[in-house]
């Protein structure tokens, strides 16, 4: 596992999706400050794999855009069918100011 730089903490508002490349994500992420703490999914819906970056952030999830299944940004669970496939998250840190993904 190694920590990849996303960029500077202030790029990140609350509640506002930024997708971001990553090594070995060939669909990048999608990165978003919710409730203050700073979120990372693969930018990939894991139900029929569509970009999940246009949807929506409520309430601690996320809602694709393409079929309005809602993914828990903290563990990826899909909290509308527990058992369709969760989406892939990863843990997310903040260090002086930058934010820091880590990836396998
Ligand atoms: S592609 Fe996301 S809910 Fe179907």
């Known amino acids: 596992m190694t920590w990849h730089t996303l960029g500077p903490s202030a790029g990140f508002p609350e509640g506002v999706l930024k997708t971001a490349a990553a090594p070995g994500i060939r669909a990048?992420?999608?990165?978003?400050?919710?409730?203050?703490?700073?979120?990372?999914?693969?930018?990939?819906?894991?139900?029929?794999?569509?970009?999940?970056?246009?949807?929506?952030v409520k309430n601690g999830c996320i809602t694709c855009p393409w079929h309005a299944y809602r993914f828990n940004l903290k563990n990826g669970?899909?909290?509308?069918?527990?058992?369709?496939?969760?989406?892939?998250?990863?843990?997310?840190?903040?260090?002086?100011?930058?934010?820091?993904v880590e990836l396998p």
Do not use: I
């Not at 919710?34 to 990939?44: I, K, Y």
């Open 28 to 56: 990048g992420l999608v990165v978003v400050r919710d409730q203050g703490v700073l979120r990372a999914l693969r930018n990939e819906c894991p139900h029929a794999g569509k970009p999940l970056d246009a949807g929506e």
């Open 77 to 100: 669970m899909n909290v509308d069918d527990t058992d369709e496939m969760p989406a892939k998250v990863y843990a997310v840190r903040e260090t002086d100011g930058l934010a820091e």
